[in-house]
């Protein structure tokens, strides 16, 4: 294809449209399983407004730009596109123009708090592998107080979970009980901060995310949501 002094790349075009990240992206391409205008399109290759591009023989609508969106989930609601059970979708909270974005990450459905949604997949493998250290904080409420010998060997020895050691920063939420804590965690492992209480005999019956990265909850109402930027 002759490239066009207003042609776009391929893949950075997918990213976009998919929510996925340019190297998946590129794996889709050398995979064969893209076309512009019914050719197989190759790595490197660019298109140009009005081509029609199709990944395995589903058309992608065009997307201009990034989109963040940062909300408040309840409890109650699931992080997946379809409902499970009787328990509603995030995405039931949503408008439609907002149906394509992906969660990046997720909360389970008893947990609350922050989760950011996007189209931009390079962004997500950036806030979500463990490689990039992203700190996430959670206020957490236990049935029970939580004895201080259980305190250090969480903070300062870790807890061993099937699917490694599990360490956290704690700190009590307030000098009159010990069950409310500041939770902090670098990790995001499934269901990571009820397994480890719970290996311990400790059951969360309050578990609520206030910052994921650099982006904060504030004041936002349950249920609700902001268009944010890239920080």
């Known amino acids: 294809m002759e490239q066009s002094p207003n042609s776009l790349r391929l893949n950075k075009h997918l990213a976009l449209s998919m929510g996925i990240s340019r190297r998946e992206a590129d794996n889709l391409i050398d995979k064969g399983v893209v076309r512009i205008n019914d050719q197989v399109a190759t790595l490197g290759a660019r298109f140009v407004d009005g081509d029609t591009i199709t990944v395995n023989d589903q058309k992608i609508a065009a997307k201009t730009e990034y989109q963040y969106l940062v909300m408040n989930k309840p409890v109650g ?77 969480i903070s300062d020895h870790g807890i061993t979970l099937e699917d490694g050691v599990s360490k956290l920063q704690l700190e009590r939420m307030n000098d009159t009980d010990r069950k409310s804590w500041i939770v902090t965690m670098h990790e995001g492992r499934n269901r990571q901060i009820r397994r480890t209480f719970g290996s311990l005999g400790y059951t969360v019956d309050k578990l609520h995310r206030t910052n994921f990265g650099n982006y904060a909850l504030g004041d936002l109402k349950p249920g609700k949501f902001e268009i944010s930027t890239k920080l």
Not at 99 to 105: A, D, E, R
């Open 77 to 153: 609601y699931v992080c997946s596109r379809r409902q499970q059970g009787e328990h509603p979708t995030i995405y039931e909270l949503l408008p439609p123009e907002y149906y394509n974005l992906k969660t990046v990450g997720r909360l389970d459905r008893d947990s609350s708090g922050i989760i950011i949604l996007s189209n931009d997949g390079d962004f997500t493998y950036q806030m979500t592998h463990p490689s990039f250290n992203k700190t996430k904080i959670y206020n957490v409420r236990l049935e029970n107080d939580l004895a201080p010998l259980h305190q250090q060997m």
